[in-house]
Protein backbone atom coordinates (compact mmCIF):
# COMPACT_ATOMS: atom_id res chain seq x y z
CA UNK A 1 0.00 0.00 0.00
CA UNK A 2 1.68 3.15 -0.34
CA UNK A 3 1.96 5.77 1.54
CA UNK A 4 0.22 9.24 2.31
CA UNK A 5 3.29 10.85 0.42
CA UNK A 6 2.88 8.93 -2.63
CA UNK A 7 -0.82 9.12 -2.97
CA UNK A 8 -1.19 12.98 -2.74
CA UNK A 9 1.53 12.76 -5.42
CA UNK A 10 -0.45 10.90 -7.06
CA UNK A 11 -3.81 13.15 -6.38
CA UNK A 12 -2.75 15.64 -7.94
CA UNK A 13 -1.91 14.16 -11.17
CA UNK A 14 -5.32 12.95 -10.59
CA UNK A 15 -6.87 16.40 -10.11
CA UNK A 16 -4.55 17.18 -13.16
CA UNK A 17 -5.96 14.48 -15.43
CA UNK A 18 -9.78 15.32 -14.26
CA UNK A 19 -9.28 19.30 -15.34
CA UNK A 20 -7.74 21.28 -12.97
CA UNK A 21 -5.52 23.86 -14.39
CA UNK A 22 -3.31 23.66 -10.67
CA UNK A 23 -3.41 21.72 -7.70
CA UNK A 24 -0.95 21.61 -4.76
CA UNK A 25 -1.43 20.35 -1.03
CA UNK A 26 -1.48 21.72 2.56
CA UNK A 27 -1.66 20.23 5.86
CA UNK A 28 -5.12 21.16 7.57
CA UNK A 29 -3.21 22.23 10.60
CA UNK A 30 -1.62 25.38 8.60
CA UNK A 31 -4.97 26.75 7.75
CA UNK A 32 -5.77 27.43 11.35
CA UNK A 33 -4.16 30.00 12.15
CA UNK A 34 -3.86 31.54 8.63
CA UNK A 35 -3.76 35.55 7.61
CA UNK A 36 -7.47 35.50 6.87
CA UNK A 37 -8.34 33.46 10.03
CA UNK A 38 -6.77 36.03 12.22
CA UNK A 39 -8.14 38.99 10.27
CA UNK A 40 -11.88 37.31 10.80
CA UNK A 41 -11.44 35.99 14.47
CA UNK A 42 -12.20 32.57 13.10
CA UNK A 43 -10.60 29.49 13.01
CA UNK A 44 -9.08 28.69 9.61
CA UNK A 45 -10.35 24.89 9.76
CA UNK A 46 -9.98 22.03 11.77
CA UNK A 47 -6.12 20.81 12.51
CA UNK A 48 -6.39 16.83 10.58
CA UNK A 49 -6.15 15.86 7.41
CA UNK A 50 -4.96 17.72 4.18
CA UNK A 51 -6.78 19.39 1.77
CA UNK A 52 -5.82 19.37 -2.00
CA UNK A 53 -6.35 22.73 -3.57
CA UNK A 54 -7.82 22.45 -7.06
CA UNK A 55 -7.98 25.92 -9.29
CA UNK A 56 -9.15 26.58 -12.52
CA UNK A 57 -8.33 29.15 -15.10
CA UNK A 58 -11.20 31.72 -15.87
CA UNK A 59 -9.70 32.77 -19.23
CA UNK A 60 -11.85 36.42 -19.87
CA UNK A 61 -12.61 35.34 -23.37
CA UNK A 62 -14.94 32.43 -20.99
CA UNK A 63 -16.84 35.10 -19.10
CA UNK A 64 -19.92 32.49 -18.59
CA UNK A 65 -17.53 30.40 -16.67
CA UNK A 66 -18.13 33.34 -13.84
CA UNK A 67 -21.61 34.06 -13.97
CA UNK A 68 -23.18 33.81 -10.60
CA UNK A 69 -26.71 32.77 -10.19
CA UNK A 70 -28.50 33.05 -6.99
CA UNK A 71 -28.64 29.40 -5.40
CA UNK A 72 -26.51 27.66 -8.22
CA UNK A 73 -23.21 29.76 -7.61
CA UNK A 74 -20.87 29.98 -11.09
CA UNK A 75 -20.45 27.49 -13.83
CA UNK A 76 -16.70 27.42 -12.89
CA UNK A 77 -17.50 26.83 -9.86
CA UNK A 78 -20.05 23.26 -10.84
CA UNK A 79 -17.18 22.27 -12.72
CA UNK A 80 -14.62 22.66 -9.77
CA UNK A 81 -17.16 20.87 -7.31
CA UNK A 82 -17.75 18.49 -10.07
CA UNK A 83 -13.90 17.66 -10.38
CA UNK A 84 -13.25 17.60 -6.80
CA UNK A 85 -16.32 14.76 -5.61
CA UNK A 86 -14.66 12.93 -8.95
CA UNK A 87 -11.06 13.27 -6.74
CA UNK A 88 -12.89 12.00 -3.74
CA UNK A 89 -14.89 8.99 -5.28
CA UNK A 90 -11.11 7.71 -6.53
CA UNK A 91 -9.27 8.78 -3.10
CA UNK A 92 -12.10 6.59 -1.75
CA UNK A 93 -12.13 3.79 -4.55
CA UNK A 94 -8.32 3.47 -4.93
CA UNK A 95 -7.20 3.75 -2.11
CA UNK A 96 -9.59 3.53 0.51
CA UNK A 97 -9.16 7.13 1.81
CA UNK A 98 -11.64 9.11 3.82
CA UNK A 99 -12.19 12.14 1.90
CA UNK A 100 -15.00 15.12 1.08
CA UNK A 101 -15.36 17.92 -0.87
CA UNK A 102 -15.37 21.34 1.16
CA UNK A 103 -18.46 23.42 0.32
CA UNK A 104 -17.55 26.56 -1.54
CA UNK A 105 -19.07 29.04 1.34
CA UNK A 106 -17.35 29.92 4.64
CA UNK A 107 -20.83 30.03 6.28
CA UNK A 108 -21.29 26.25 5.03
CA UNK A 109 -18.19 24.97 6.36
CA UNK A 110 -15.69 26.19 3.56
CA UNK A 111 -12.11 26.78 4.14
CA UNK A 112 -10.05 30.53 3.17
CA UNK A 113 -9.49 29.41 -0.49
CA UNK A 114 -6.90 31.76 -1.35
CA UNK A 115 -5.04 31.42 1.78
CA UNK A 116 -4.87 27.60 1.04
CA UNK A 117 -4.12 28.15 -2.18
CA UNK A 118 -1.11 30.20 -1.03
CA UNK A 119 0.33 27.86 1.46
CA UNK A 120 -0.37 25.22 -0.73
CA UNK A 121 2.18 26.86 -3.44
CA UNK A 122 0.12 27.53 -6.01
CA UNK A 123 0.73 31.11 -6.01
CA UNK A 124 1.40 34.07 -3.82
CA UNK A 125 -0.97 36.57 -2.73
CA UNK A 126 -1.35 39.94 -5.07
CA UNK A 127 -2.05 43.27 -3.66
CA UNK A 128 -5.54 43.27 -5.81
CA UNK A 129 -5.85 40.35 -2.77
CA UNK A 130 -5.94 37.40 -5.07
CA UNK A 131 -3.56 34.68 -5.67
CA UNK A 132 -1.40 35.48 -8.64
CA UNK A 133 -0.46 31.99 -10.51
CA UNK A 134 1.78 31.43 -12.48
CA UNK A 135 1.16 31.27 -15.93
CA UNK A 136 -2.78 32.20 -14.95
CA UNK A 137 -2.26 35.22 -13.10
CA UNK A 138 -4.88 35.95 -10.76
CA UNK A 139 -7.32 34.57 -13.14
CA UNK A 140 -8.19 31.39 -11.23
CA UNK A 141 -10.97 30.37 -9.30
CA UNK A 142 -10.25 27.33 -6.15
CA UNK A 143 -12.06 24.72 -4.38
CA UNK A 144 -10.67 22.04 -1.93
CA UNK A 145 -11.15 18.27 -0.94
CA UNK A 146 -10.29 17.56 2.54
CA UNK A 147 -8.41 13.56 2.74
CA UNK A 148 -7.70 11.84 5.47
CA UNK A 149 -4.12 11.72 5.05
CA UNK A 150 -0.64 13.22 6.88
CA UNK A 151 0.72 15.85 4.38
CA UNK A 152 4.32 16.46 4.22
CA UNK A 153 5.11 20.46 5.14
CA UNK A 154 6.63 22.35 1.93
CA UNK A 155 7.85 25.71 3.07
CA UNK A 156 5.96 28.29 1.38
CA UNK A 157 7.58 29.76 -1.79
CA UNK A 158 9.78 32.42 -1.39
CA UNK A 159 11.22 35.02 -3.79
CA UNK A 160 10.45 38.44 -5.26
CA UNK A 161 7.92 40.01 -4.15
CA UNK A 162 4.88 38.93 -6.86
CA UNK A 163 4.00 42.90 -7.63
CA UNK A 164 7.07 44.08 -7.32
CA UNK A 165 7.54 46.78 -9.83
CA UNK A 166 4.14 47.26 -10.92
CA UNK A 167 2.33 50.31 -11.05
CA UNK A 168 -0.91 49.07 -9.26
CA UNK A 169 -3.54 48.81 -12.53
CA UNK A 170 -5.51 46.66 -9.98
CA UNK A 171 -5.65 49.73 -7.46
CA UNK A 172 -6.45 52.31 -10.14
CA UNK A 173 -8.89 50.05 -11.61
CA UNK A 174 -11.24 49.48 -8.91
CA UNK A 175 -14.83 51.44 -9.74
CA UNK A 176 -15.25 51.35 -5.31
CA UNK A 177 -11.76 52.50 -3.91
CA UNK A 178 -11.32 49.25 -2.18
CA UNK A 179 -7.89 49.80 -1.23
CA UNK A 180 -7.68 52.90 0.05
CA UNK A 181 -4.65 53.03 1.91
CA UNK A 182 -3.02 50.54 -0.59
CA UNK A 183 -4.86 47.36 2.19
CA UNK A 184 -7.37 45.79 0.63
CA UNK A 185 -11.05 46.75 2.35
CA UNK A 186 -13.69 43.98 2.06
CA UNK A 187 -16.42 45.85 2.67
CA UNK A 188 -16.21 48.40 -0.35
CA UNK A 189 -15.56 45.35 -2.29
CA UNK A 190 -18.89 43.16 -0.80
CA UNK A 191 -20.66 46.54 -1.13
CA UNK A 192 -20.08 46.22 -4.90
CA UNK A 193 -21.40 42.54 -5.13
CA UNK A 194 -24.45 43.25 -3.22
CA UNK A 195 -25.27 46.28 -5.32
CA UNK A 196 -25.06 43.76 -8.13
CA UNK A 197 -26.91 41.15 -6.68
CA UNK A 198 -29.39 44.14 -5.82
CA UNK A 199 -30.13 44.49 -9.64
CA UNK A 200 -32.44 41.38 -9.91
CA UNK A 201 -30.69 40.30 -12.94
CA UNK A 202 -30.33 36.44 -12.88
CA UNK A 203 -27.01 35.76 -13.96
CA UNK A 204 -24.62 38.34 -12.06
CA UNK A 205 -21.24 39.18 -13.75
CA UNK A 206 -19.61 40.75 -10.79
CA UNK A 207 -17.06 43.09 -10.84
CA UNK A 208 -13.34 41.60 -11.99
CA UNK A 209 -11.92 45.01 -12.42
CA UNK A 210 -9.02 44.27 -10.42
CA UNK A 211 -8.12 41.34 -11.73
CA UNK A 212 -8.33 41.82 -15.31
CA UNK A 213 -6.43 44.88 -15.23
CA UNK A 214 -3.70 42.82 -13.66
CA UNK A 215 -0.65 41.85 -16.07
CA UNK A 216 0.32 39.29 -14.02
CA UNK A 217 0.74 35.60 -15.51
CA UNK A 218 -0.01 37.35 -19.24
S1 LIG B 1 -13.72 43.13 -7.49
FE1 LIG B 1 -14.15 45.21 -8.27
S2 LIG B 1 -14.96 46.31 -6.49
FE2 LIG B 1 -13.93 44.49 -5.69
S3 LIG B 1 -11.87 45.16 -5.21
FE3 LIG B 1 -11.81 44.32 -7.29
S4 LIG B 1 -12.13 46.06 -8.64
FE4 LIG B 1 -12.75 46.71 -6.59
S1 LIG C 1 -1.87 44.77 -10.96
FE1 LIG C 1 0.25 44.83 -10.25
S2 LIG C 1 0.11 45.41 -8.06
FE2 LIG C 1 -1.90 44.69 -8.71
S3 LIG C 1 -1.92 42.51 -8.19
FE3 LIG C 1 -1.32 42.69 -10.33
S4 LIG C 1 0.93 42.68 -10.25
FE4 LIG C 1 0.20 43.15 -8.17
Given at each position: MPDDPEIIRA??????ELGADVA????????????SAIAEKRPGSQDRGTYIVLGLSH????????????????????ILARI???LVRWLQEDYGV????IPYRLEDGGIYLKDAASLAGIGRMGRNNLVLVPGYGPRVRFRAVWADMDCPEEPSP???APCAGCEEYCIRACPMDAFPTGKFSRERCLARM??????GRERIDHCRACELACPAGG
Open positions: AIRKAHGTVPAKRLVDCPDPEHPELDLWEAGRGTPGDRGKDRARLEGEDADKAT
